[in-house]
């Protein structure tokens, strides 16, 4: 075998090797979006239901809560960016990064100082290469967020919005994350949490779901106690459904970039074997013509000796 047919060779092993591990991954990441888009379809009632009960209260009341209430000057604003703990999943981190980068320059050209939470290695890796402040970070379970995980992310921008922007606290709470539409369409997106706007609470209080009109509540013991009961609840139900889209959308992604992997792999072994076949024969070719020409410079060597 010559030199270049065991370069050949030796190449097409190594892609069929690799060809071996994205298929893998890519089936490891059609199971996982499948039990991801399950839990998005569970928990997306439950936070849809709680916001209603949430606009229910602020419609039906007059009471000043950092959860309904518009600040004058908004000075501060908090910004939960979720991003993935792994790669090899396409322009899915690339593309919600961007879209928190956007809000930023958009906050600060409202004059809003923006404090950084992130969560996921690859959102933080790319705030310490560039050495910016993050107020909070976590890592380790974007694959598989748990409630619990959702909580241990709402407790300190919960803590943030109750207090005062002279003691670090911010007027505003925004998240960036990738909402999962469909198996091959994942957007990001920037949505604000708080305080909710009086707009969209009027016209939710005013016309429910599937245009059910939302009853009259009475609040006990007032609607100030039963605001403040709601308020962890529903930054952990929205933290917690974002997780979960934006994991539901990181396995598609991967799936997807896998799979495009997966096809050129195929190609490239095809065009590899392609090549390899035409040195064989090359060298085949040549075989044949050092015979033939041995054999013909036997034969005259003999009539010369005759």
Do not use: C
């Not at 990738?178 to 920037?190: K, V």
């Amino acid at each position: 075998m010559g030199a270049t047919l065991r370069v050949y060779k030796r190449r097409i092993r190594s892609v069929t090797a690799t060809k071996k591990i994205t298929k893998a991954m890519e089936m490891i990441a059609a199971s996982r979006v499948v039990k991801a888009q399950r839990q998005v379809a569970a928990s997306t009632p439950y936070a849809s239901e709680l916001t209603r009960a949430v606009t229910a209260v602020a419609t039906g009341s007059n009471t000043q809560h950092p959860l309904t209430t518009e600040a004058e000057r908004p000075t501060r604003a908090a910004l939960l960016l979720i991003t993935s703990d792994r790669g090899l999943a396409g322009g899915y981190s690339s593309n919600v990064i961007k879209a928190a980068e956007q809000l930023t320059e958009r906050l600060r050209a409202e004059g809003k100082e923006v404090d950084a939470y992130i969560v996921g290695r690859k959102g933080v890796s790319y705030y310490a290469f560039r050495e910016r402040t993050v107020q909070e970070s976590w890592t380790g379970f974007t694959d598989s967020p748990t409630y619990a995980d959702a909580k241990a992310v709402a407790a300190p921008l919960i803590a943030a919005v109750q207090k005062d922007t002279a003691e670090g606290g911010v007027d505003e709470l925004h998240i960036v994350f990738t909402e999962f539409i469909s198996m091959m369409t994942q957007t990001a997106l920037d949505d604000r949490l708080l305080p909710l706007s009086l707009k969209e609470t009027a016209e939710a209080a005013a016309e429910g779901k599937d245009g059910e009109i939302l009853p009259l509540f009475e609040f006990e013991p007032s609607a100030e106690d039963v605001l403040d009961a709601l308020l962890p609840r529903y930054v952990e139900s929205r933290i917690y459904n974002a997780l979960l889209q934006a994991a539901a959308s990181k396995h598609a992604a991967t799936r997807r970039a896998m799979k495009s992997a997966t096809d050129n792999a195929e190609e490239l072994i095809k065009s590899l074997s392609r090549l390899a076949n035409a040195a064989r024969q090359a060298e085949i070719t040549q075989e044949i013509s050092e015979i033939v020409g041995g054999a013909s410079a036997l034969a005259d060597a003999t009539a010369g000796s005759d």
